[in-house]
């Protein structure tokens, strides 16, 4: 077990190892050619250019003011001096909702940790638990002693935890009803300031039903047109352009080699020459200018019939569509409305933002998506079962007594005391973030088969399962694994009905190795997060091989955006060990409280000069915030309840018992309060928005602002700007035709009250052809 010394070691590395990133970044982000890479979301809303140094040439590249130096520390104020207003306007709503979840832990934390030091530190501290005759075969260290581990079975004590059980109870549910309820105002007026954009009129329709007589162009005006007469304006259907896509983007990718190329004959004079064979290092050697001049022209021409193909081939066309409305109001009613007595078809969902749509998946035919549900689900049990053999090898190494056994010849090295502290306070939280290095990506790309339409709904099911993947490997992985590992001798020496006992005791004994993790993956984390190592290293090398105009670099220094999907079930984690620990092992709360406070000034400063977010969804994801940290509040009740059981505190176990059951009350309230906000559009604010638009822009041509909002952007993507233009606004064209209103062919026609928008006049069947 890590004792006082192993801990000041990790955290004398990872402080350390912080200082230096801070340093670093510090001195990295003063050079002029570094100021794209520390500042591009000023670049790229046209507010700041590349700095201007007169003088000595070497004054382009490196800041030669000394006393800028002296101030390395200076932006962590700036960062904390925008008001959050101007942040909303700056980032968004769902940048600056992301930094409160930072804030709601400090809300929630530094007052528990002063409570929990005050009361329950002396009250651990001061029993002898950990030296009683029934626990000496437990493995525990100094540490440990502050821990509820130290306190006597059946000690009077325990009352004190289950006193500071309530209190945290009520003070996090206390801030967490507080949050949600500013959250969901903070939405409300977000959406009612908000300028006006494409996806407040549309709505995304899936599952319509065919038609033999009528393409899904039709049915959706046919179908539209008579169930939202007064509403409906225009429509775009969904299209599969899933293989163009795929062309489109290698031919982007020959388009970089051939700058790449072109730089160079232009920096060396010499036409430069490739082989054609495997990763240019076999087969017939050419020039390389003229070999990939050759290739994109051959991919231009499989880029034009492929597109031909997409627009001009009915089984391209799927069974969805964006459906835009004259008003907020009318596409409010639609989205939040059953279409039809069939519920499993003319299925109506509020369209995502343009920029937030995840094209390659509105061609999954809807009824397949069930079943890709299905073996993701299926394959994320075994992804998560399976990956808890590396958590029982990282467990090994964080005991010594585990490390001697395997490999005795290593004793004498692991008896050297740095060695030895580095083993066990540092190497485990090591090794186990080492292990999560690809976990978000494959939960992503996991995601993407289930079929999600959007970027939001694809981060916020990733952040769920990486969650999930979390709470079973990370938090009981160790316990449950560190356990088995840790007290084999123990179970196997000891009777049966014992066994509670050993587990119970031990839980509270890993609280060491948590400290580690969070002091790896929190403290040194979120210090390597400002240094941005891996984009700048990528955006010299895109600089200096590629760039070639300034849409060029704007591409080579675009940052992304602050990756929800990672960042707030990492979050999640120090919630869930925070409330965990608070009355078992408060030593574990200023190292959390430290994390929080550190990420939120550090992200604060990403979200105002770096990340340039995809997406706004209008802070949309903090129902699942609220929810995961009420989960953890529930865990953290249930395992103080379990602790007490072993702890043969019999008379005073029961009155947690109600705690659960509180939480779980709290929870379905604010439920229903405050989560409509979040998935609903209120019909009076959206009239009400409807009412002032009309009033201050009477003449606002609403079709011809949501005609092309919804084409799919490769078909822009795919033509050549100086070459195509006349075919780029034939393509707008043919958009737009297809979009408007074409007469029914239908042989019944009883439902069709309007005349069609092309012939100006009813349809030609109910002139013609009477009813009988």
């Known amino acids: 077990m890590a004792t006082f010394q192993d801990i000041g070691v990790a955290a004398a590395i990872n402080i350390l190892s912080a200082f230096i990133f801070f340093v670093a970044f510090a001195i990295l982000r003063l050079q002029p050619f570094n100021d794209r890479v520390y500042f591009p979301k000023w670049y790229l809303k046209g507010l700041r250019t590349d700095p201007l140094h007169g003088g000595a040439f070497v004054r382009k590249f490196v800041n030669l003011d000394w006393r800028s130096y002296l101030r390395f520390l200076n932006w962590m104020p700036a960062a904390l001096r925008m008001p959050e207003l101007e942040l909303i306007d700056h980032a968004g709503l769902d940048s600056v909702v992301y930094l409160r979840i930072y804030l709601l832990g400090l809300k929630i934390f530094v007052p528990i940790a002063f409570l929990a030091w005050a009361v329950l530190f002396p009250v651990n501290r001061t029993s002898t638990g950990l030296e009683g005759a029934g626990v000496n075969n437990i493995t525990s260290s100094d540490i440990d002693k502050f821990s509820i581990s130290n306190v006597h079975k059946g000690s009077e004590r325990f009352w004190a935890h289950i006193v500071m059980a309530y209190a945290f109870t009520f003070w ?6 507080k949050e949600y309820e500013k959250v969901a105002s903070m939405r409300l007026q977000f959406l009612a300031a908000e300028k006006r954009r494409p996806d407040q009129f549309t709505v995304l329709v899936r599952n319509i039903p065919p038609d033999p007589d009528e393409s899904v162009s039709e049915l959706v005006e046919h179908f539209f047109l008579v169930n939202h007469p007064d509403n409906y304006l225009t429509h775009q259907v969904v299209y599969d352009a899933n ?6 983007k290698k031919k982007k990718k020959l388009q970089n080699w051939l700058v790449y190329y072109q730089n160079k004959l232009e920096r060396t004079s010499k036409r430069p020459e490739m082989k054609t064979g495997f990763l240019g290092l076999r087969g017939k050697k050419v020039d390389a200018i003229d070999y990939y001049t050759t290739e994109i022209d051959k991919l231009a021409k499989e880029i034009a019939l492929e597109r031909d193909k997409v627009t001009n081939d009915p089984k391209s066309i799927m069974p969805a569509a964006f459906v835009s409305f004259k ?11 059953q279409q039809t007595r069939n519920p499993t078809i003319w299925l109506t969902e509020w369209a995502p ?6 094209w390659s998946n509105l061609a999954i035919p809807y009824v397949s998506l069930t079943v890709r549900r299905l073996i993701i689900a299926v394959a994320f049990f075994f992804l998560t079962f399976f990956f808890m053999i590396p958590i029982a090898i990282v467990q090994t190494f964080a005991s010594l007594d585990g490390i001697q056994k395997a490999a005795p010849w290593l004793k004498p090295l692991i008896n050297v005391p740095i060695i030895k502290s580095f083993i066990q306070g540092f190497l485990p939280g090591i ?5 999560l290095i690809f976990l978000p990506a494959i939960l992503m790309i996991m995601s993407k088969f289930e079929g999600f339409g959007s970027i939001s709904s694809l981060e916020r099911r990733s952040a769920s399962r990486y969650y999930l993947f979390n709470f079973v490997n990370v938090f009981l992985g160790n316990i449950i694994t560190g356990t088995a590992f840790q007290q084999l001798d123990s179970f196997i020496h000891q009777p049966a009905n014992e066994y509670p006992v050993t587990i119970g005791t031990s839980i509270p004994l890993k609280a060491s190795f948590f400290i580690t993790y969070i002091m790896v993956d929190g403290w040194a984390g979120i210090a390597a997060e400002v240094l941005m190592l891996k984009p700048l290293i990528i955006y010299h090398l895109k600089n200096f091989f590629l760039v070639k105009t300034e849409k060029d670099r704007e591409e080579a220094m675009d940052p992304g955006s602050i990756g929800f999907n990672t960042g707030e079930p990492r979050i999640q984690l120090y919630f869930l060990l925070g409330l965990v620990y608070a009355a078992v092992t408060p030593s574990v709360l200023p190292f959390i409280i430290i994390f929080f406070g550190l990420a939120y000034v550090v992200f604060r400063h990403q979200i105002i000069n770096v990340y340039n977010q995809e997406y706004e969804s209008g802070a949309a994801f903090w129902p699942d915030v609220h929810f995961r940290v009420v989960f953890a509040l529930i865990v953290s009740q249930i395992v103080l309840m379990g602790l007490l059981t072993t702890k043969k505190a019999a008379s005073s176990t029961p009155f947690l018992i109600a705690l659960p059951i509180l939480t779980i009350w709290f929870h379905r309230y604010c439920k229903g309060r405050f989560e409509s906000a979040f998935v609903k559009y209120p019909l009076q604010e959206a009239m009400m928005k409807d009412t002032l638009e009309r009033a201050t822009e009477p003449n606002l041509n609403l079709k011809g602002y949501l005609q092309n909002a919804y084409v799919h952007p490769i078909f822009k993507a795919s033509m050549d700007d100086d070459d195509d233009d006349d075919e ?9 035709t297809e979009s408007v209103t074409v007469p029914t062919k239908r042989h019944s026609r009883r439902s069709t009250p309007l005349p069609s928008r092309i012939s100006g006049a009813s ?10």
Not at 327 to 337: E, I, M, N
Not at 353 to 358: A, K, L, M, T
Not at 728 to 734: A, P, T, V
Not at 763 to 768: A, V
């Open 172 to 177: 996090t549910c206390y801030i967490l009803l």
């Open 243 to 248: 293989r163009l896509a795929k062309v489109v």
């Open 327 to 337: 008003s907020r109001w009318g596409a409010a009613v639609c989205a939040q409305t």
């Open 353 to 358: 933002e343009p920029r937030d749509i995840y």
């Open 431 to 435: 090794v186990l973030k080492l292990f």
């Open 728 to 736: 780029e606004e034939i393509m707008s064209q043919k958009w737009e």
């Open 763 to 772: 349809s030609p069947s109910l002139q013609n052809h009477p009813e009988p």
